[in-house]
């Protein structure tokens, strides 16, 4: 009885000091991001700098992340994939099966030599500046889309209601006549109408978006404002529509990006720098949003923590959660720079300067045009000869050798890369680990608790997806290079996969969906998809990069062999 007593009251002055540490730490917590130190350097690839000595907080911290997301954050027990879907790492004490030598690859045939040889000439034809030659031959040897049909030819926007067709003004008249009735059915039937034959008049989009706010559908207001700035992407009245009804709708970062975007892509347009203004109001908003929502779970994590030393008499818990905590509210950055530190010190990472200023130049001119000017951006190259990449917090991308190995075009990597860097942008990382915090403090005290963690986050995740496509072939589109990048990727993916999971069972979409509505996007949006390839100097990294995967590989054999 007396040690149960004063169990309790050890307890109970260990929930009085959290708390109070707690409420103290969040009032006066700094926000400046803690800088990552750069491991030792050693040749083409850093050596790993991995200790057994006991864990920090930062460490316990990174465990943390891991398990309240659903892509891992680091890689010592499972290797993130590109459709975000976590794939085991062999044991170190089991035999490891043979991977297929990349360097071994059948010869191509004369036909794929061909090919190539036209693709090299058109890439060279478009940045000399013929593009009319140089498209030519990329719709020579480009095979249609199978899955799409042929879009109609996009006609300029109208914005003055005089000049829609007889049939259009009716339908104009028959809305408008609708609302000053407020009849429902006399106004959205016409509209709707109105929309879908006469696409190119801009105010019947905004029109019909409004007056389905107003009986209470704002997600179908959404779509039809997303269909039609995907149309017409110039015009500054339609985005301005998008971006308030986004905000309305408490989607602050999309705002933010949708308003940044248009600045960035229409720098000309007279109201450029009131996109600007718009999407550093909508970034506030979210931030204040997600500080709040950590704040407020502050306490509820601490009394788990301290729930989990009554139960289980280890500090890790109420040390996690402080951490935590602490580690959130500092931001996006801070996330990034701490795990990126603890990845690159995990990792072997490939320092040899042409593919790492090759794989730089291509992240750094997609992060121009993505909307967040505040992140550092760094990319990193890791010796591994799968097709994989992931992103975290803050703008830190890691991308596997494998998977400039294994594309065929610096258009394709770019879509790679674009797809990642709007998982970074769109926070998506950050949103899961903010949305799973409270939750993997709850759960690492339940028996399977991190599956239960992750089954709770399972639902954003198609979403997330379809998104960093979405926004990853705007990406690639807005800096030059194929709109069919990211799809042809995806293509390669597909052929990879042979045991993937049916799309149902995974939280994301599967390989010939993803196609499926990428060439959907490609072909309604009438991106240009004979645009830059960039074949011949992608081939040339390809070559140095299966080189030092193959070095890399025999030093690896010849420890082995020593052991």
Do not use: C
């Amino acid at each position: 009885m007396k040690r149960t007593r004063k169990s309790l009251l050890l307890a109970l002055n260990w929930v009085l000091l959290s708390f109070g540490t707690s409420i103290l730490i969040i009032l006066t917590q700094p926000t400046a991001p803690v800088p990552a130190q750069e491991p030792a350097k050693s040749g083409n690839i850093e050596t790993s700098n991995t200790s057994n000595s006991q864990k920090t907080r930062e460490q316990q911290l990174q465990e943390v992340l891991q398990r309240s997301s659903n892509k891992p954050v680091v890689i010592p027990q499972t290797t993130p994939s590109p459709t975000g879907t976590p794939q085991p790492a062999p044991s170190p004490e089991v035999t490891e099966p043979k991977k297929p030598d990349l360097t071994a690859e059948p010869a191509p045939t004369p036909e794929e030599v061909a090919r190539q040889q036209k693709f090299i000439a058109a890439d060279k034809l478009y940045l000399a500046g013929q593009i009319a030659e140089a498209e030519k031959i990329y719709r020579e040897v480009k095979e249609p889309f199978a899955k799409t049909t042929q879009p109609q030819e996009r006609k300029p926007a109208i914005i003055d209601p005089t000049q829609l067709s007889p049939g259009g003004k009716v339908y104009w008249r028959e809305s408008e006549a609708g609302i000053a009735s407020k009849l429902q059915s006399r106004t959205l039937v016409p509209l709707e109408l109105l929309v879908q034959q006469y696409p190119e008049f801009i105010p019947g989009h905004i029109r019909f978006a409004e007056v389905l706010k107003q009986y209470d559908r704002p997600q179908q207001a959404l779509d039809i404002l997303e269909r039609a700035a995907s149309l017409y992407p110039d015009q500054p009245e339609l985005t301005k529509a998008r971006v308030t009804a986004l905000a309305e709708s408490k989607k602050w970062m999309e705002a933010s990006l949708a308003a940044r975007q248009f600045a960035i892509l229409n720098p000309k347009d007279p109201q450029a720098p009131e996109f600007t203004k718009l999407a550093e109001d909508n970034l506030k908003r979210y931030k204040s949003h997600i500080r709040a929502e950590i704040r407020g779970n502050a306490i509820a994590n601490i009394l788990t923590g301290v729930l989990g030393y009554a139960v289980t008499g280890s500090l890790f818990g109420p040390f996690s959660a402080l951490d935590s905590t602490i580690m959130l509210l500092r931001g996006e950055e801070s996330i990034g720079e701490s795990v990126a530190k603890q990845a690159k010190q995990q990792l072997k990472l490939i320092n040899d300067e042409t593919v790492v200023a090759y794989v730089n130049e291509i992240g750094q001119k997609l992060a121009k045009v993505a909307g967040r000017n505040e992140f550092k951006y760094e990319f990193f190259v890791v010796p591994q000869e799968d097709l994989n990449a992931f992103a975290l917090p803050g703008g830190k991308i890691f991308i596997n050798a494998g998977a400039i190995a294994k594309t065929n075009s610096e258009a394709e990597l770019a879509g790679l890369i674009g797809h990642e860097l709007s998982h970074v942008v769109l926070s998506h990382g950050f949103q899961l680990v903010t949305q799973g915090n409270l939750v993997s403090n709850v759960t690492q005290y339940i028996p399977y608790g991190g599956i239960i963690g992750q089954l709770s986050t399972l639902s954003y995740s198609r979403d997330m997806e379809r998104q960093a496509d979405t926004l990853g072939t705007r990406l690639i589109v807005a800096t030059g290079y194929a709109a069919d990048g990211l799809r042809n990727l995806m293509v390669t993916l597909e052929k990879q996969q042979k045991n993937a999971p049916p799309s149902w069972l995974s939280s994301h979409p599967g390989g010939s969906e993803r196609v499926s509505y990428l060439e959907n996007m490609i072909t309604n949006s009438s991106y240009n998809r004979y645009a830059y390839e960039g074949v011949e100097r992608h081939a040339q990294i390809r070559a140095k990069v299966k080189q030092l995967l193959k070095e890399k590989k025999d030093q690896e054999e010849k420890k082995r062999r020593s052991r």
